[in-house]
Structures are given as structure tokens and as C-alpha cells.
């Protein structure tokens, strides 16, 4: 089983500073993916970024950055530069990377709360 | 280049009622997962539909059903609804054929209230 934890219910952060996002997580999996999503009042789940469990380096995509610690288990998000735009829950998310029975489905956290302070 | 598209947008139902929610996936996708997120939590898994048949399923009872067309568009039947069914119904898409990193398309859900 996979199991998600994300522990800042909510967190405010000023225009063009950098925010933190934390997101720690379990499994038993050797070998998996890491996502984190975006979740505006909408409602639609954005793709942000994703990291496999034996890439070498920390995923980037723009302004975003993926903190990834194996041994710690942790897969923080970074955003640089915050934005108005970018308040909205945020979710990190898992699944196993291999293809067969039990891997299909990815396994989300509670989500954090970001706040855009002008 | 049209996303995942959810019918309806919202929807208000009584207890012990039946509703279906449907879902067209992105073009070039072709299977079709569920979600249900309560409200303050993060979505959970329903089922994923594959070849018009269920190929893996959440911790969800049986009053939860799906389908799966030959246009790979989907639906969720929910039957003898509960007040605790009340949520936000996420459909997601994806291709076997593209790596996991890139496969999740995400459209803007049903809002199913229950009363």
C-alpha cells in the first residue's frame, strides 16, 4: 500500500517570494512515481511535475522544482517567484512505475492550501 | 485540442436515488480512471476502465459501477446514493501508451450533492 502525508493544512506566502510545499510518503513499491497537481477553485487537477523514483536529478519545470530526498522519503515542491494566480490547493501524489495489477491508480495526499499574499 | 470533459457540472440528488456522471477522455487517450474527493481531502480511487472492461478498483462498494464505450468515453453509475456520497467526481484520462509522468489528464469533475 501507498500512502501520502501532506502536513501544512494551509500556507500563505508573499508575491514573488518562494514557497515550500511538503509532502512525505511510504511505500513498498522499488521502483514509483512522484506528482504533484494543482487544484484552483474550478476544480480540473493541473500536472505540475513528476519525478521517477531513480532519476538522478531533482525535476524542474519552470517555476517549479521538486525537492526529492529517497532516503527521507520526502518529495517537497518549490515554487519560485510566487504569482497570484498561483493560490489553489496543491496535491502530491503517487503510483507505482511498473504496469500490472495494483498499479494503476494514484494515491493522493490531503493537500495544502497556498495563498497568494499581494 | 479538447481536455477531459465531465457531464454534468453539478448535480443535486435525493437518498437512495441513482445517478450516472459522464466523462470523454482527451483525444488520442483511452482509458478512463474515477475519483471521488470529499470535500477537504484529497481524491481517492474509484475504478479504471481499460478495453471497456475494469481493470483495477478502489476500496468502493458495488453500489459504484462504470462503463466503458467503444469511443472510450466513460460513465459512473452510483446506485442507492448515501448522504456520504456527496462530493467531487474527477474523471481522468489516459494512454497506455505514454509513460506514467505525462498520462494523467484531469477533467473539472461533478459536483454531486446528496440531500
Known amino acids: 500500500a501507498q500512502k501520502i502525508t501532506q502536513t501544512q493544512p494551509g500556507m500563505f506566502v508573499q508575491e514573488k517570494e518562494a514557497v515550500t510545499l511538503d509532502c512525505t510518503y511510504d511505500?513498498?513499491?522499488?521502483?514509483?512515481?512522484l506528482f504533484w497537481y494543482k487544484q484552483p477553485s474550478s476544480g480540473e487537477m493541473i500536472f505540475l511535475i513528476y519525478?521517477?523514483?531513480?532519476?538522478?536529478q531533482n525535476a524542474t519545470e519552470g517555476r517549479y522544482s521538486l525537492n526529492f530526498q529517497k532516503a527521507r522519503k520526502s518529495a517537497n515542491l518549490v515554487i519560485s517567484a510566487s504569482q497570484l494566480g498561483d493560490s489553489a490547493m496543491y496535491f502530491c501524489?503517487?503510483?507505482?512505475?511498473?504496469?500490472?495489477?495494483?498499479?494503476?491508480?494514484?494515491?493522493f495526499g490531503k493537500g495544502t492550501k497556498l495563498s497568494v499574499i499581494p | 485540442d479538447a481536455g477531459v470533459t465531465q457531464s454534468p457540472t453539478h448535480l443535486i440528488k435525493t437518498r437512495g436515488q441513482q445517478v450516472t456522471l459522464r466523462c470523454s477522455p482527451k483525444?488520442?487517450?483511452?482509458?478512463v480512471s474515477w475519483y471521488q474527493q470529499a470535500l477537504g481531502q484529497g481524491p481517492q480511487f474509484i475504478f479504471q476502465?481499460?478495453?471497456?472492461?475494469?481493470?483495477q478498483r478502489g476500496n468502493f462498494p458495488d453500489r459504484f459501477s462504470g462503463h466503458q464505450f467503444p469511443n472510450y468515453s466513460s460513465e459512473l453509475n452510483v446506485n442507492a446514493l448515501l448522504l456520504g456520497d456527496s462530493a467531487l467526481y474527477l474523471c481522468?484520462?489516459?494512454?497506455?501508451?505514454?509513460?506514467?509522468?505525462?498520462?494523467?489528464?484531469f477533467g473539472s469533475g461533478t459536483r454531486l450533492t446528496v440531500v
Open positions: 481522468a484520462s489516459s494512454s497506455i501508451t505514454v509513460k506514467p509522468n505525462y498520462g494523467y489528464t
Open positions: 511505500t513498498s513499491d522499488p521502483s514509483y512515481g
Open positions: 519525478q521517477g523514483s531513480y532519476d538522478q
Open positions: 501524489a503517487m503510483r507505482p512505475a511498473y504496469s500490472g495489477a495494483g498499479s494503476y491508480q494514484l494515491t
Open positions: 483525444s488520442g487517450h483511452d482509458t
Open positions: 476502465y481499460y478495453e471497456e472492461e475494469e481493470r
